[in-house]
């Protein structure tokens, strides 16, 4: 270890504040998207594990984004997280999985997020749910 | 399965070294021949020196003469644009740069790549011009032998599957660059024994022009 | 062995939930390298999926690119997608050996005749059998057993795709890949030395999604992975366009992250998904860690020139072949200009002098 310990180590401090050549492409894709969902309402998903980042790059782009009022949590095969940008209408998504470790990285650009929009299904059984519990609490009575 | 990479090995391997020999064999065959004919002795007591009247002649025969471009502005024009092009396509791309000195031991900075490819498209374009010229023009049409048309295909092939290697316009790129090389090697095998050889030969012509001028005191 | 339960029942029977399965399938677009605007469509085609066999055979192979595949970085996806998958046959993986592994082969393919997936990795000697032989059974020989009744193959690493290492210069095994072998089944190659593990799954992600084979390049290999060259995905791309270059492991250059091609990165060649899949959990990759590409899901890449040769520089020594041009080129010259001499002194002495009184002849 005494000889490991003889190499000099010298940590640089990431430079978060410029943005390289491969982040600035996907800054123009983000303005596209969101002259599309206001002129169509159509929303874009950009999968992240899809661009070519260098090192350092995806807390350069993600400092740039920084974080706008809503955040939420989707607890289901493994956490979700979700928070709105600093700039609104454009959220970021990071699936992982039980053992916390990344499966998906999105940039939505949309209104609200598809993952947290309940789902038709869910909501058919939502009723059912209540009417069952309704049902026996009526018989209670 | 694998003809593309089976084709580029070819092309890197045993078609270059065949290329090249008969390149640098070729060349210095032909440079023996000049060289050693000789020229005969003369007698005359110089009046000036030829060394650097020579030398002068070389750098002002490179430039055009302005009555010459007045008659023939575009062959003029289309010369410059071509052989500068093609001067900065060969020797500032890096890639060309890495050959030349696994060759020779040394190497030298590039030019980015952006500036090489538009140097490329406008010796691209100059030689479509050129090759227009020559089968438009009729004195041209006159002038012209098969040796002509060789040497204009073999000068525009490299070029062309160069641009289309570097744009990557041809898939897969192994049998893009293959091709490229390829033209290469076909222009290396004819260089020796066509016209092509000038490009060694003029800066001798040039001197030579010079340096009799200078020995005898008149303007090249 | 396979049953008839699909994924979407077996996912549910899981206590997967509606947002667990839609995140599953989101993670599965991002694996396939498909746009996240196929998610509804893999949903649908995932509800439906059946659950196939899977023989896995291994000729000469080192097992890298099992390594790898158990080395997947995204859990959860490809958990359920091995659970989903029936591997019925894997001679390093499983845990019976000798006749009970060759039974269970048997056993497979002939439940699910015309319906098993067959992986191979690894390349198939021509020559002497004796080369590579499981349990009594040569390469050659099981191949040509098992890909009778699959429903397609895929051939995972160089090794099964092109030949690999073992068909490299001078092939003392006379080692083929897959497709020199087999004609009339479907081929899918994944190659890479190893593949990365996301492809690996990736590919069979999309077979047990859609039922199909995915798009393939001219080498057989699946688009959304192979499409694109690393050169054209780096993120060190704009550098060579700039023109700036590393010039040795450690100079300022390097350092600076510049581009690795005059250090012999083959990425302007080669076709892989390194540059966005990664390795080692996303961490990096060969030229992110600042070593060139050594295109390692080309064929012959083993062949293709030095690897820290730039990609330009021919294979053979140029030096060497110009110096023996130039001497060559002197003694033939010295030769030539001996001849052209000879004609010049015989042109001299057979130059007749005219006088005044031969011209007066002549007219």
Redesign the interface.
Same mark, same amino acid.
């Given at each position: 270890m005494t000889v490991l310990d003889n190499i000099k180590i010298v940590v640089e401090p990431a430079v978060i504040s410029e943005l390289t050549e491969n982040t600035l492409p996907l800054l123009h894709e983000i303005r596209h998207a969101l002259i599309r969902l206001a002129e169509s309402g159509e929303s874009t998903i950009l999968d992240l594990q899809a661009i070519p980042f260098g090192p350092g790059d995806e807390d350069r782009l993600l400092s740039f984004l920084g974080t706008g009022e809503v955040s939420a949590t989707v607890n289901a095969l493994g956490e979700t997280k979700i928070f709105e940008t600093q700039y609104p209408a454009v959220w970021l998504v990071e699936h992982k999985n039980p053992e916390l470790s990344r499966v998906a990285l999105q940039i939505e650009v949309t209104q609200v997020p598809t993952i947290l929009m309940t789902q038709n299904a869910d909501i058919l059984d939502s009723i059912a749910l209540i009417g069952e519990t309704l049902e026996q609490s009526n018989a209670e009575f | 399965m694998s003809e593309p990479m089976d084709f580029l090995l070819w092309v890197r391997g045993p078609a270059f070294d065949v290329a090249a020999l008969i390149f640098v064999i070729g060349v210095v065959v032909r440079f023996f021949e000049i060289f050693s004919l000789g020229r005969k002795a003369n007698f005359s007591e110089p009046r000036g020196t030829e060394f650097g009247p020579g030398m002068k002649s070389v750098l002002t025969r490179s430039l055009p003469e302005p009555g010459m471009f007045k008659r023939q502005p575009l062959t003029i024009l289309v010369g410059y644009v071509f052989h500068i092009g093609l001067l900065i396509s060969l020797i500032l791309f890096v890639p060309h740069i890495e050959l030349f000195r696994e060759t020779f031991g040394f190497g030298w900075p590039g030019l980015p790549n952006p500036l090489v490819d538009a140097a490329a498209v406008l010796s691209i374009v100059a030689l479509l011009a050129a090759l227009w010229h020559r089968i438009s023009s009729p004195v041209m049409r006159i002038l012209t032998t098969n040796e002509d048309w060789l040497v204009w295909a073999l000068t525009f092939l490299p070029m062309l599957t160069g641009y289309i290697a570097y744009h990557r316009m041809i898939d897969p790129y192994p049998l893009a660059l293959g091709l490229h090389i390829l033209s290469i090697e076909a222009l290396m095998i004819f260089f020796p024994f066509t016209k092509l050889m000038h490009a060694f030969t003029l800066f001798i012509a040039r001197w030579y022009n010079g340096a009799m001028s200078g020995r005898r005191v008149v303007e090249s | 062995m396979a049953d008839t339960k699909t994924l979407g029942e077996s996912l549910r029977l899981h206590g997967?939930? =509606?947002?667990?399965f *839609?995140?599953?399938c &989101?993670?599965t677009?991002? !694996?396939m390298?498909l /746009? /996240?605007?196929m998610v509804p469509a893999i949903a649908a085609a995932l509800e439906k999926a059946k659950r196939p066999s899977v023989i896995w055979l291994s000729f000469q192979e080192c097992t890298g690119c099992t390594e790898s595949l158990t080395r997947s970085?995204?859990?959860?996806?490809e958990n359920l997608i091995f659970d989903h998958i029936s591997l019925d046959y894997h001679h390093t993986l499983q845990v019976a050996a000798g006749d009970a592994a060759e039974a269970a082969r048997e056993e497979a393919m002939h439940e699910n005749e015309g319906e098993y997936l067959l992986v191979v990795d690894g390349s198939i000697p021509e020559g002497n059998a004796g080369y590579s032989t499981i349990a009594g059974i040569s390469n050659l020989q099981m191949l040509e057993e098992s890909a009778k009744g699959a429903a397609a193959i895929i051939a995972v690493g160089t090794c099964a795709a092109?030949g690999g290492l073992h068909k490299a210069e001078p092939n003392p095994t006379g080692a083929v890949?897959v #497709?020199?072998i087999i004609k009339d089944k479907p081929i899918i190659n994944v190659s890479g030395c190893p593949p990365i593990p996301v492809v690996i799954t990736g590919v069979l992600a999309h077979f047990l999604t859609f039922g199909t084979i995915p798009e393939l390049?001219?080498? $057989?290999r699946p688009m959304v992975f192979y499409g694109q060259?690393i050169h054209?995905?780096?993120? =060190?791309r704009?550098f060579?366009?700039?023109?700036l270059?590393a010039e040795t492991f450690d100079d300022e250059g390097a350092k600076k992250?510049w581009c690795l091609?005059?250090l012999g990165c083959k990425g /302007? !060649?080669t076709?892989n998904a390194c540059? &966005?899949?990664k390795w080692n959990?996303?961490a990096?990759w060969p030229v992110?860690s600042g070593h060139g590409c050594l295109g390692c899901s080309?064929?012959?890449f083993w062949?293709?020139?030095g690897f820290y040769?730039? *990609? #330009?520089?021919? &294979?053979?020594d140029? #030096?060497k +072949?110009?110096t023996?041009?130039?001497a060559? $080129?002197?003694a +033939? $010259?010295?030769a030539?200009?001996g001849l052209?001499?000879k004609t010049?002194s015989n042109a001299a002495k057979n130059h007749g002098t005219v006088t005044v009184d031969d011209l007066e002849k002549t007219s």
């Open positions: - | - | 997967v939930s =509606r947002r667990g *839609l995140k599953f &989101t993670a677009a991002s !694996m390298a /746009p /996240p605007t970085h995204a859990p959860t996806v092109f890949a #497709s020199d390049d001219e080498y $057989g060259s054209d995905r780096c993120y =060190r704009p060579y366009d700039k023109g270059f992250g091609y005059k /302007p !060649m076709y540059a &966005t899949a959990q996303g990096s992110e080309e064929p012959d062949d293709a020139g040769n730039a *990609l #330009s520089i021919p &294979t053979s140029v #030096s +072949l110009v023996v041009g130039v060559a $080129g002197v +033939l $010259g010295a030539t200009a052209n001499h010049k």
